[in-house]
């Protein structure tokens, strides 16, 4: 390689690496630029469909996605609209649910001293009501700061995604010029197909929690069990999350199934909800939808979660995943490349 | 499909029309019309006969796909056997193409063709899947290519499926060109060859 492009491929990198390393030091702009780049990147093949066409066959996919929109959104505003009266209801019986768990768990110590004569001394129930007590202290602290983050994202937001819409073409082109010869062709190639999985990915995703959650809410509805639309939208929301996300959503149901006095809510019924709902999602929805995008070995997919949970919480725990399907095809080409050079 | 005719075309199905000046537009045509002196991109492709099918408009529309790569003298465009994903015309300058590229050794291999402005190389990066380049290219002075990629092929045939079916069409015939001149090749070779064993 000559020197000339040696010294723009340094270039290249300090450029990249300074970028990465702004991101890291302003996380307050760099995450509402990271979030707008997303929506951005999922908004874009419904773009294509609303600015071609037809002005008839514009305003059918208009109609259409708005329909899709609402339905996908109704179960956040009715969980919103009684959001207050749920969560003081909840908070009331919080000492109720210590009581049950504690009462379960002890008859459970005794199951397990009496057949194993095993002493179980740790106590989760109490660890755990603790844990719950101290974080929500912890959020009602932090309210101010996040009504704060909230009026600023809220600003800067459809600001990016204004300037992604209108000025992303010349603003990559710009990016690719700057790109160096020698790594120009696989850089593009890899960075369109980042952006087009990712985008895929994360719309996937979503379709996927829609489709669960209406199964979960019709399905609770059917059985009359209490806070269909809330459990619907917690199910929903939670399996974004591969592998561990059907079992967090599954979780506010048996506790609401607990404090529960009335003899017509039933534990069988909900657990064969939200089986069936899983059942539908993991042969149906999950390898028509998502599987073909990201095609990862599930442990890959469990560690990235633990991974993504530690460097970026529940935000982290979402986006991992493409990131990882990007390495992973970063990794691939590297390594073809180096078998054929090599 | 001309320009003019589009937007009769559009008007026709009830689309709305730009009711303002696409600057971008007017500095195309300025630049492709005979009054301006530089060689456009409109004027450059206008020259490529495999390209001769496109209309003024989808000439037009056809070099916002494109990207200008710059190459200094004896810069490596790509080598043997690296993954190959586009198609490359040569807007100014000229490459110097090898065949036998030695990777472990800075050697380039034995000099196969050079070929100059107008003249195009790497096609089937373009429609391959997992392609690998049958040849190293080196630029032999200072050279301007405009480079078309998977990604961008992707994205034409998208926004505008028939220049991207033409465009399918005219690299394919590049293709079938380059075949049958490698099947007369080969027939020759063939020949010289059982001539050379008669002849022993």
Redesign the interface.
């Known amino acids: 390689m000559k020197r000339n492009e040696v010294i723009k491929l340094i270039l290249f990198f300090f450029f990249l690496m300074t970028t990465i390393a702004f991101g890291v030091l302003f996380p307050r702009l760099t995450l509402p630029f990271g979030f707008s780049y997303i929506i951005y990147l999922m908004a874009k093949p419904f773009t294509l469909r609303l600015t071609t066409g037809s002005r008839r066959q514009r305003i059918i996919y208009s109609a259409l996605m708005a329909v899709g929109f609402t339905f996908m959104l109704f179960p956040l505003f009715a969980t919103l609209y009684n959001a207050d009266t749920n969560f003081s209801q909840f908070y009331q019986q919080l000492p109720e649910l210590q009581k049950i768990l504690q009462d379960h768990f002890f008859k459970f110590k005794v199951y397990v001293f009496e057949r194993f004569s095993i002493n179980i001394t740790v106590d989760p129930v109490n660890y755990l009501i603790a844990k719950m007590e101290a974080m929500s202290a912890l959020f009602l602290g932090q309210i101010p700061d996040y009504l704060s983050s909230i009026l600023e994202w809220f600003l800067l937001v459809p600001l990016f995604l204004y300037f992604f819409f209108k000025e992303s073409r010349k603003f990559s082109r710009w990016f690719m010029e700057g790109i160096p010869n020698p790594i120009f062709e696989k850089t593009y190639v890899l960075f369109s197909q980042f952006n087009t999985k990712f985008g895929e990915y994360i719309i996937a995703k979503f379709i996927e929690a829609t489709i669960l959650g209406s199964i979960v809410t019709a399905g609770l509805l059917i059985i009359d069990f209490p806070y269909p639309f809330i459990l619907g939208f917690v199910a929903g929301i939670t399996n974004i999350l591969p592998y561990i996300g059907p079992v967090l959503g599954f979780v506010p149901a048996i506790l609401v199934a607990l404090l529960s006095k009335d003899p017509n809510v039933s534990m069988l019924g909900m657990f064969i909800v939200f089986s069936t709902a899983n059942l539908i999602d993991m042969i149906l929805v999950f390898p028509l939808l998502v599987s073909k995008i990201v095609n990862l070995h599930p442990i890959i997919v469990v560690v990235s979660i633990i991974l993504g949970s530690q460097l970026g919480g529940v935000v982290g725990m979402i986006v991992i995943i493409p990131f990882i399907a990007f390495f992973k095809l970063l990794f691939k080409e590297i390594y073809k490349d180096l078998s054929v050079h090599l | 499909m001309s320009y003019e005719k589009e937007i009769m075309e559009k008007l026709s199905?009830?689309?709305?029309s730009p009711d303002r000046l696409d600057i971008s537009i007017l500095r195309y045509m300025w630049d492709s019309s005979p009054l301006s002196f530089k060689e456009s991109y409109h004027d450059f492709f206008k020259k490529i006969s495999v390209l001769n099918s496109f209309s003024d408009n989808e000439v037009r529309l056809f070099t916002k796909f494109l990207?200008?790569?710059e190459?200094?003298t004896?810069?490596?465009?790509?080598?043997q056997?690296?993954?190959?994903?586009?198609f490359y015309f040569i807007y100014s300058g000229s490459v110097n193409i090898y065949a036998n590229h030695n990777?472990?050794s800075e050697e380039q291999g034995d000099f196969v063709i050079r070929l100059e402005k107008h003249q195009y190389f790497g096609e089937m990066g373009l429609l391959e899947e997992f392609n690998?380049r049958s040849a190293t290219v080196i630029s032999s002075e200072h050279t301007v290519l405009l480079?078309i990629?998977?990604?961008d092929l992707e994205r034409m045939l998208?926004?505008h499926p028939v220049l991207g079916a033409k465009f399918l069409r005219e690299t394919a015939l590049i293709m079938a060109n380059r075949m049958g001149q490698l099947t007369r090749e080969l027939i020759a070779m063939k020949k010289k060859l059982k001539e050379l064993e008669q002849r022993i």
Not at chain 2, 81 to 86: A, K, L, N, P, V
């Open positions: 199905r009830g689309e709305t990207h200008r790569r190459f200094t004896n810069e490596l465009i790509f080598k056997g690296d993954s190959g994903y586009g990777a472990q690998r480079g990629f998977k990604p998208e926004m």
